[in-house]
């Protein structure tokens, strides 16, 4: 059944999420698109915070680049998660894992100079105050990307499944992020054609199958195996052609890339101007 974005859903009460590991081959090829448009940005010395890290697969992509990540989550069983596989990781480019929401950073403003979000906006209920953390924490100049499901009209039963409380439209979404400061540098619609033809034949059954014998989010993706692993570079291969669909506006989700704007920067710089200008004897 189709919802329009302003409609709330609550997530299936059956569910407890938090203890399994999230991923599979739509999840790997979104993620890659993030990291496409982040890489310019993944600079030495910079501070990123994953913003809802789940459990943690953006997140150790992150680490190996060379800039220090840092994440937060609500869910206490993936931090506590979390945090051993980072030790474990001995990637030293991953920080502190914090216990925490997207509505209410713990972090000081200006902290950050690039935060993701991968598939966290849509299960929070103040999204407009998440987009305002964002906002606070980031250093002038600083950039979020962020992804969500796309489409009000294409809501069916795992988004319900996955306790989703809306789909955006894409302009849904220029609006959350430009009302509150940002300039938006690139939205784009993903996953068509062929993740939309996954979703409907193979994720949807899979889901399906598996909640109606009570599996909570062990639905999210298929065994851990050795065919699994082929199974998600021979679909990511297919999807990479939905690249070339990207301007149809049929894709299963947005992704979209915004900066705060120089505001401090800018007043520095028009204060040292008035100064000079005053130097020589001119006015403004």
Request: with cysteine.
């Amino acid at each position: 059944m189709a919802r329009s974005s302003g409609e709330r859903m609550e997530a299936d009460p059956r569910i407890h999420w938090g203890t399994g590991e999230i991923g599979g081959p739509r999840h790997e090829y979104r993620e890659s698109l993030m990291l496409k448009l982040l890489r310019a940005n993944l600079q030495s010395g910079s501070l990123v915070l994953d913003a809802g890290c789940g459990s943690g697969s953006l997140l150790f992509k992150l680490g190996r680049f060379d800039c220090m990540v840092h994440g937060i989550e609500q869910s206490n069983e993936f931090v506590e998660m979390l945090r051993s596989r980072v030790k474990a990781s001995g990637l030293s480019h991953i920080g502190h894992i914090r216990h925490g929401s997207v509505v209410d950073i713990p972090y000081p403003d200006k902290t950050f100079d690039v935060i993701v979000s991968g598939e966290v906006l849509e299960h929070v209920r103040d999204d407009i105050r998440a987009v305002m953390e964002f906002y606070r924490v980031l250093r002038p100049g600083g950039v979020c990307v962020v992804s969500v499901p796309a489409t009000p009209a294409l809501w069916d039963f795992s988004d319900e499944w996955a306790g989703h409380l809306r789909r955006y439209t894409k302009e849904d979404l220029l609006d959350l992020f430009e009302k509150k400061g940002f300039i938006v540098e690139d939205v784009r619609y993903w996953g068509f054609p062929f993740v939309r033809l996954y979703h409907q034949f193979l994720y949807l059954p899979y889901v399906r199958r598996k909640t109606s014998h009570g599996v909570s989010e062990d639905a999210i993706k298929p065994p851990d195996t050795s065919n699994r692993q082929l199974l998600i570079k021979a679909l990511s291969m297919v999807f990479k052609f939905d690249s070339l669909f990207r301007w149809a506006p049929f894709g299963i989700g947005l992704i979209l890339k915004a900066r705060k704007p120089y505001a401090d920067v800018t007043v520095k710089l028009d204060a040292k101007l008035d100064a000079r200008l005053g130097a020589i004897g001119c006015t403004s």
